[in-house]
């Protein structure tokens, strides 16, 4: 499953059997919750689930993204936030210090620290295409999320400030989520090019 | 009227509506109307109930058994597949939260999901040789056995936990056998795959009877649900909807030319041969004969289709279209003369959609438009409900004492013995000449008032 060439990286779930250890597909699991293949959207078409502990601490799955030098670097990822949604939310991380990005279910699409992107209401229950694009070169980034039967929730072009300029030594992808007890983050065709 | 059973009430009308005029024409374009019931069947909630849920259930058959035939080498197909086995997925969940809510449902449809998944997997394990993978996809579909029995059995007082076990087990111990797909033998999977198909009906009578039992007061008229005139229209929605889906496999099978195509003509064959045998039990063995020839040739004319498709051969569908038209006319001159019940062209033009619609998905599945060909399967599958409706009210009107739309009797939860029962009862019913069927009273039910 760990993609060979390291130019982009691709990861579906779909050849995945129910009840497989799925620790293996990324560098680090981490966290209080757990991961398992879920048959959603369907049985055919399989994504990751991830839930949190008891007590709402979310899992992390982390990937580096060191050998990924395309630029501007795009990362995308089929986000869903189901079951007690109440408050549940996403983080989507390009290494601890450079940019991480926040769903929020029923709030708003946003980057911290910067701060809220104020663009539009990200909905639970409802499959996102969510991407994040990172141009250093330039100094800016770009998120989008578009529901797969709605219109797009574009976050326009910001600035990178200055400290986030700078290169990451080994940037990591994050996935973290979905930070509350009795919630559900499903997570399927993940993207980094 | 509750929510739940105004909710309930507004999934049958939906479902209903599914077969209505209309919907079917819009969805597959393809041209026909479809004309409305030719006569009136049973049609109180709870008969609804149990038509709606074991048409739904058997559908789940055919989409499982199509994920597990095209699950192996993967694709579009497949995935059209999961797709369409995802929205009957839906179908159901809906129908079970109008009746126990959203909780329920939720852990109905998770359960479900994961039943679909496990068998998809052991498919491919077996396609694999994978013992440990197989092993792995066993034990689950043992867990989920006990799992989704007790849910059942926890839900409604009238379903023992133990029955719903081994209905579920049989279920799911079948499918292991229609995934003899993947390896090719092909002699065990078709066979497995009509067993599945009739055993969906059983566990959908059971589950009906229990669920009309639980909400006699909302869900009303239990007695037409399981009346004779009502099984009359189960049976023929059973023969008629296999009829559908064993033709769709086999057109397919044709298209792509695939080494079960043998496999899959004969299934058929032996549908047709089932259907012709109800026909005989009912109007004798002329009739019989009679029909099993015409029907006959309308699915060699199938065949022949998709044969002139695959080898891009215009004037063999042109022949086959032309067989096909032939069909509807001369099925109708038939089955109108042996029933005045039934209007010539209202049952022409339930004939042409049927064929229409065959003919449709496969031209989609063969130009690779699998979502297309599921979505007309899918009406064709409803379809077959209504031509079944006609068919059955029609022959419950010509013979009323045969098929009186009530029983007196309530009806009851399943029970192995007593649903084994109520299958002889109905065979036999079938199998004697009419003469002996009108003196035979039916054993669980009062002698009908005049």
Known sequence: MRPEARDAIHMAFDELVMGADVSGLWDTVAGGGGVEVAPFPNAVDRSLKLTSSPSGDPTTLCESVSAVDAMPLRVSADLLIAGGAEGASVRLELDDAAIGLVIRAGGVLGIEPVGRLVAGTVAAAQWYRVVLTLDPDRGTYRVTATPRNGDTIDGAEQSLSPMWRSSPSDPRLCISGPAVAGAELFLDNVAIE | MSTRAFRLAVILGLLTAATAPGM???????????????????????????????????????????????????????????????????????????????????????????????????????ADDDADAQTLAQDQLADYVAAFSALLAGANPNLPESVVADLIAEHVQQLQEVAHFSIGEYSKAYPALRHTYAHMYTIGDGLARAIILQFRDTLTGGDMAFSPAADLRISLDRFLGEHTILAMIAMRSGLTRTAGQEAAADALAQNTTDLSEAIGRIYGGAARNAFAGLWRHHTDAYLRYVAGVAADDQDLRTTALDQLRDYQTDLTNFLAVANPNLDAGDLTALLRTHTEQLVAQADAYAAGDYDAAYDVAHEAFAHSGTLAEALASAIATQFPEMFPDTATAEPRPPRPLADAGLILVIVSLLTMPPYARLAAAPPWRAPRRR
């Open chain 2, 24 to 126: 079917v024409d819009a969805r597959t374009q393809i041209g026909s109307p479809v004309h409305a019931p030719l006569g009136v069947a049973s049609d109180s909630p709870a008969a609804q109930l149990r038509t709606a849920l074991n048409g739904t259930l058997a559908e789940h058959a055919f989409l499982l058994s199509e994920a597990m035939r095209t699950g192996v080498e993967g694709g579009a197909g497949f995935e059209s597949a999961g797709a369409a086995l995802e929205a009957n997925t839906v179908q159901l969940v809906d129908m079970i939260e109008s009746v126990y809510g959203a909780q329920a449902a939720s852990s109905f449809g998770d359960l479900w999901r994961d039943h679909i998944a496990f068998l998809i997997d052991y498919t491919r394990a077996l």
